[in-house]
Nanobody, 121 residues
Framework: EVQLVESGGGLVQAGGSLRLSCAAA?????????IGWFRQAPGKEREGISC????????HYADSVKGRFTMSSDNAKNTVYLQMNSLKPEDTGVYYC?????????????WGQGTQVTVSS
């Protein structure tokens, strides 16, 4: 199981930005993994918001964050990032980093402990 540690959450005003980090020990040593970000807002189901394939770096985003959030990686540091711009109150929630074998982020692999993001109006 891959150990994942998220950081970078906090309180920000609407329209602001945050960058989340996910330290994923040795994840890029695997040939084909999918690295994702999920979030869970209070009273709502968990939502997959972005997914990156390690094989080609291709990234996909949920419509709710497309154009505002950008996922990137630093392979040498075994770290993935989620740059969140133009934040909205509805972006509030606990954000989780995930890793699983394969090309899709289904939430079926390893999860981090989560980091809280709160966007005030």
């Amino acid at each position: 199981e891959v150990q994942l540690v998220e950081s970078g959450g906090g309180l920000v005003q609407a329209g602001g930005s945050l960058r989340l980090s996910c330290a994923a020990a040795s994840v890029f040593t695997f040939d084909d993994v999918a690295i994702g970000w999920f979030r869970q807002a209070p009273g709502k189901e968990r939502e997959g918001i972005s997914c990156m394939r390690s094989t080609d770096g291709s990234t996909h985003y949920a419509d709710s964050v497309k154009g505002r959030f950008t996922m990137s990686s630093d392979n040498a540091k075994n770290t993935v990032y989620l740059q969140m711009n133009s934040l909205k109150p509805e972006d509030t929630g606990v954000y989780y980093c995930t890793v699983e074998f394969g090309s899709s982020c289904l939430g079926a692999g390893s999860w981090g402990q989560g980091t809280q993001v709160t966007v005030s109006s």
